[in-house]
């Protein structure tokens, strides 16, 4: 594996993430998974609108373009010989002195990497974790951080329950996503998904969706899922239906599975 | 700087992690920070007690025994020359392919480093954080995990606002902790600190605190904060007292100070 790290192409084996980087030490950085099909980078200027917004919040500078980016993305993904990948920019506050404030001046890191697109497989099992629940009460909930131990945690309970995805609720016991994916529930005819202020990540695929299938945002509850004509779990790499929720089947809708997926793909 | 990555000693500068380390992906792991005082590290059984607890929450590997950490860190003090130190233990997850569920068979990431220990300065300003909140319905509140975001934002909030540090309430609008500490109020005679179910981490010190000075467990509010007759903030590097709150003068017991300084230092 080639990756692009701080300037450089570079074998994976040869890369050099620095013992005090922030990212590493305190989780102190936010990333990016876009889907590369045919060479080219799905909805990217939406992935680095997201990327932006995150490094804002925690103030890591970035000073590239989004043609500079885009330009190595495509580099990353020659070298590695692929036409389909997953891409993922980490962006960390990079090295730093001990000490949770951060330096006035940071020198942050920024990674590139590429991999083989796997297909994703058929409809997902869910749980409802009991383990943890996603903090809506921090800005941390709308941005994609490095703090990935709630998801790792929740998914770690999925598999140990068989299942293959969690359902993290928030602080009030409304549905906030899932550990990988935004949610989508038909209720009623109605296509819907938490909102932000619930706990959802701003998802490119929920946007585009928001955007060309008329759902709408709305709170859900467990019940309002566990009894919708219709489960999408959405991210940037596969919108998949959810096939069961803590062991009880969920109704399907092909037909919006197909659209829901056309939206996803359509530029 | 020397530090001690995967069973050797190297210089930082030529110490690598893998850009593939989940702990710098996903802020996959736990860390300690440990005082060093003329050579010796002050509670390591408890802080290793809670490393392995923590790594047992995640699920981590941690093969060495307590001695054998404890050899690490003397090794790592005495090649940095150091006789006062802060020695930071971080364990992760280590390299692994893309994907948040861990893989069965990691390969653990283990750094010891250890930093010259500066003089603590005097009593702290603090504010209430508004940014974020201390997610207590997560497990991740009771270990001492790479997820250092929350923290990291309220304490660039209390720095933009002057203050030296952030007082963070939890999901129910009780006190938790601040962002590098524990804190005791002491309200009407008793000495007071969040219990663990409210947000607050189970500081090593702050254990030392309700052993040796008569303090208890009791759900805080900011107005109980801000009328007590004295508020502590406790980490394994220092006791300190907070001088103020939101800009309003707090109360001090410098006996209380005095005898919480004794009770951290005392083997």
């Keep these: 594996m080639i ?13 050099r993430i620095d013992p005090t980087d ?30 932006r917004d995150g490094a804002a919040v925690l103030g890591i500078p970035l000073d590239l373009s989004d043609a ?22 980490t962006l960390t506050r990079g090295p730093a002195p001990r000490g949770v404030l951060p330096p006035q001046n940071p020198c942050p890191t920024l990674l590139v990497a590429a991999q083989p697109l796997t297909a994703a497989a058929g409809a997902v099992d869910l749980i409802v974790a009991k383990t943890v629940r996603r903090n809506e009460l921090s800005v941390l909930s709308r941005i994609k951080s490095l703090n990935y131990l709630d998801n790792i ?5 999925a ?12 602080s009030k016991d409304r549905v906030a996503e899932t550990t990988v994916a935004n949610l989508f529930a038909l209720c009623h005819g109605r296509l819907l998904t938490p909102p932000v202020a619930d706990g959802a990540l701003p998802g490119v695929v929920r946007a585009l969706l928001l955007e060309r299938c008329g759902a709408a945002e709305a709170s859900l509850s467990v019940e309002m899922v566990a ?25 399907r809708d092909r037909r919006l599975e197909r659209d829901a997926h056309a939206a996803a793909l359509a530029p």
Tied chains: 1, 2.
């Excluded at 990756?3 to 890369?15: H, I, Q, R, S």
């Excluded at 598999?159 to 928030?170: I, P, T």
């Design 153 to 157: 945690l929740a998914r770690q309970e």
């Design 227 to 251: 009894t919708a004509d219709a489960v999408l779990l959405t991210n940037s790499l596969s919108v998949r239906a959810a096939a069961s929720l803590d062991g009880h089947f969920l109704a």
């Design 3 to 15: 990756v692009w790290l701080n300037g450089a192409l570079l074998a994976a084996a040869e890369a």
């Design 22 to 51: 922030r990212g590493f030490l305190l989780g102190d950085g936010v990333f990016e998974t876009i889907c590369v099909a045919e060479g080219e980078p799905r909805h990217l200027p939406r992935h680095l609108h997201r990327l």
């Design 68 to 89: 500079e980016i885009d330009r190595i993305i495509a580099s990353v993904v020659a070298a590695n010989r692929l036409e389909q990948a997953a891409v993922r920019i």
């Design 159 to 170: 598999a140990s329950r068989g299942a293959g995805d969690a359902l993290l609720l928030n």
